[in-house]
């Protein structure tokens, strides 16, 4: 080929690094995988079974571009009810096709070339890259392990400059596990509404919070005009396979991410919208059960970190800790390929989460604890072999 056909902006964008490390460990034996942030356990099956039904029936063609709308009014309800935040069914709910859908088409929608985007680190490795994609410039701020991996409203103003358009918040944090409080939140809001910024919140983990449901930030007083929420059914419900996210906002906003939405996917599934309907009818007790579990192994995996020297703070929600492993000399990515190398133990190397993630090693905690009890104790001998320090 006598010349690159590649658009600029894709040529130098980076493959997921968490992908890389899932990749090789596929093609080993005897690999247990703490990297990809997936639970687990398997859809409920009156979720499966609903879908199924609706095939029987015949829903098998389009729905309207911004999903059923009877899915639209139970996650309406669904909001309300859950985290205290009301939206119109009818023009302020879009069913997308996963959150990650939702979140490239809401920085597509509010973007302008060159706007500036604040990204609070660290962060799901797909935040920067989108912002680019869109033609935004990613501004990062650091959270750090200090203050539990919260950032605080002083570092997202002294990042604040004439070109910031909006900044990206994810609670339950993924990678770190963080929650901010209501308080934490308001504190925030004070700095978004001074500066008139919009808050993409990623909200996907919201319903795995170990002290009480996460607070929505749309539903702290005076951002709802402010703030585009991003969630789905992937984490919750078990439903990473199903594709079905949404995303929620005020009806100019919502109503421009629909135009997007409709010449790019036209909707999502319509099996998997048939199944989310169950999900949020009837899946609330699968959802107690099932963080039940993993705030179990969050426990055992935080005690066994700690107790081999690996620094790891009490994470309040999703299903990832993140412990330092600055003590043993590696950096995140040596750490990584030597420990599934030796120990056929796949984890991801903090510094794809953003460069504050240097130092650190991102591990899922959603297999059972048969598997987490293993690889804790091949992490603490890799630890006792191979310190540098």
Known sequence: MSKSYLAEHVKGLQPSGIRKFFDLASKMD??????????????????????????????TAYTANAGLLELREEISKYLEETFSVSYNPEDQILVTVGASQAIDVALRTIVNRGDEVIVVEPCFVSYGPAIELAGGVPVSVSATAENEFKVTPQQIESAITPKTKAIV??????????????????????????????????????????????????????????????????????????????????????QAMTKIHQ?????????????ALEALRNGN????????????????VVKALNEMGLSCHLPGGAFYVFP??????????????????????????????????????????????????????????????????
């Not at 308001?186 to 002290?211: C, F, N, R």
């Not at 007790?285 to 055992?300: A, H, I, L, P």
């Not at 190397?349 to 130092?359: A, I, L, N």
């Open 324 to 389: 330092s492993i600055k003590a043993t000399g590696y950096s995140s990515e040596e750490f990584a390929q030597k420990l599934l190398e030796e120990e056929r133990v796949a984890v991801v190397p903090g510094h794809v989460f953003g460069e504050s993630g240097e130092g650190y090693i991102r591990c899922s905690y959603a297999t059972s604890i048969k598997q987490l009890d293993e690889a804790m104790k091949r992490i603490s001998r890799f630890v006792k072999q191979n310190s540098k320090v």
């Open 285 to 300: 007790d699968s959802v107690r059960e099932m963080k039940t579990s993993y705030q179990q192994r969050r426990n055992f």
């Open 263 to 275: 010449y790019t996917i036209m909707c999502a599934p319509t099996m998997a919208q048939h199944g």
């Open 169 to 254: 918040i994810c609670s339950p944090n993924n990678p770190t596990g963080a929650v901010l409080s209501k308080e934490e939140l308001t504190a925030i809001a004070t700095v978004v509404e001074k500066h008139d910024l919009v808050v993409l919140s990623d909200e996907i983990y919201a319903e795995l919070a170990y002290d009480g449901p996460a607070t929505s930030f749309a539903s702290i007083e005076g951002m709802k005009e402010h703030t585009i929420v991003l969630s789905g059914f992937s984490k919750s419900f078990a439903m990473t396979g199903w594709r079905l996210g949404f995303a929620t906002g005020p009806t100019e906003i919502m």
């Open 30 to 59: 005897n690999v247990i995988s703490l990297g990809v942030g997936e639970p687990d356990f398997v859809t409920p099956w009156n979720v499966i079974e609903a879908s199924y039904h609706s095939l029987e029936q015949g829903y």
